[in-house]
């Protein structure tokens, strides 16, 4: 199990629209029905979708953008990072350095978050296929 720890920073937006679109896509490939938002995460490091994740690739939807979806967990929580292939190839809006968790709830309210708290991720060794 590896873990990934970050500072809660603000974020663009972008994802809570897209979750909300694409709602049956991601429930299809997730088994949640997530809540339409992201919460994002600086780290230290850059960090990097790790080879055979699940992706929504944007064929599927009739798009261009493909969404890297790795299993992972926050608070004890199924959750789930969500990263675009734009930017895992460093030519996206975020830095490589930035993540954006999605779950069935809004962490920020659940667990009284503001920006600058830490918070700590877990994935687990089985989040990526082989």
Not at 105 to 111: G, W
Request: charged residues 20%; negative net charge.
């Amino acid at each position: 199990m590896s873990k990934l720890r970050g500072r809660v920073v603000s974020g663009m937006g972008n994802f809570s629209i897209w979750i909300e679109r694409l709602q049956d896509h991601y429930q299809r490939k997730t088994g949640m029905l997530l809540f339409p938002g992201t919460l994002n995460l600086q780290l230290d490091q850059p960090w990097f979708v790790p080879p055979g994740s699940l992706r929504l690739e944007g064929a599927e939807y009739g798009g261009t953008v493909t969404v890297h979806i790795v299993p992972c967990s926050i608070f004890g929580r199924h959750a789930f990072i969500l990263r675009t292939a734009a930017n895992d190839e460093g030519r996206g809006h975020h830095p490589q350095t930035t993540i954006e968790i999605a779950t069935d709830t809004k962490l920020r309210d659940a667990h009284q978050l503001r920006d600058g708290d830490w918070v700590e991720v877990e994935i687990s060794d089985e989040a990526v296929a082989s």
